[in-house]
């Protein structure tokens, strides 16, 4: 079995890790793994892809340049021809170059998809021409995997159009290699909230902000440590500054090392708009650290019929600082022990095996 991933490039995006993450693990279970670079050539993850085909195709083709379309087809192309399945790991340059390579090649082609595109869409205004070209290449696509149902059900509606049945839901999983500690529990007098991800608009960072000062108000000093930057992070630092929240704010910086930042962590705060299967919550869940999440879409699923006990309905520092107040002792203990059993539900091994079976299926 022979699988072609394309992608952008590997950053140390959420998407990219998820590449990297299961194309180690079918490499490990005797899967040949290629990962095609389209737009760049950074490879921020060598550690978890010595076993993979990295490709550099980027500069064969730039998306921007038409006259460079055609080789980048044919570059493409040829690596379909030597690959069972083909795997278009987001949308955009990806998918359409995936799409059209294997056209009449008899190559199965799969959709990966990430995240709610309709919330997307209606975030970000995808560009016009986009917009339709995902359209119409995600109403050809026979299969495509998505990472919650909550994304499934976004492209329905998104398409509008019923979900096929062969859109398959197949969430992300803990990464086995990143230290399992156990939480601190408050003991050194600091309540720790930690924040892993972009500094952007779609991540509200102006909630963590009334989150710390609604917080203000309980007994314990708090403390949040964002991994992580982006273009809001001179902003952020502005307006802590401003607040007076200068010693309240530890910025970070990007980090493929999650688990050594959760093993300091009381809480895990998530404020996003919206959300396909943030792997820092099923990392969060693994460590037994709660969670405080907003309603951004497929986080809610992670917790089932506890969804109460760790996401908001109201997206606020309010609402927020309310739900951590709930986590503390003397629920924590039972709240961190049902995190760390629900977290098995995404394990490695069990994700890796329902992945094999879809691909070795005719």
Known sequence: MKVLFLVRDLGLGGVERCVAL???GLAQQGVTVSVAMLAGNRNLWTDRTGALDIIDLSAHWHGRKPWTWLAGWRAVRRLAREHD???AATFLAPLYMGYAATLG???RFIGWVHGPLAELDAFARMNPLHRAACRFVYRRVHELIFVSQHARDSMARWLGQPAVPAWLVLPNFVDARQPQAQALSVDDGVLKLLFVGRIAEEKQPQLW???LAALDAQPLPVQLTVVG???LQPWLQAEA???GMDGQLLLAGRS???GDYLAQADVLLLTSNFEGCPLVVLEAMAAGVPVASTDAGGVYELFGERRADFVTTTAS????AALIATQMPPRRAALSAWLRERALAYSATATLARWLNLLEKP
């Open 229 to 231: 930057d982006g273009p």
């Open 241 to 243: 500054s401003r607040l």
């Open 209 to 211: 902000l009334d989150t």
């Open 105 to 107: 090649l008899g190559r």
């Open 85 to 87: 399945v083909v795997i």
């Open 317 to 320: 520092g309010v609402a927020l």
């Open 22 to 24: 299961v194309g180690e």
């Open 256 to 258: 493929d090392q999650v």
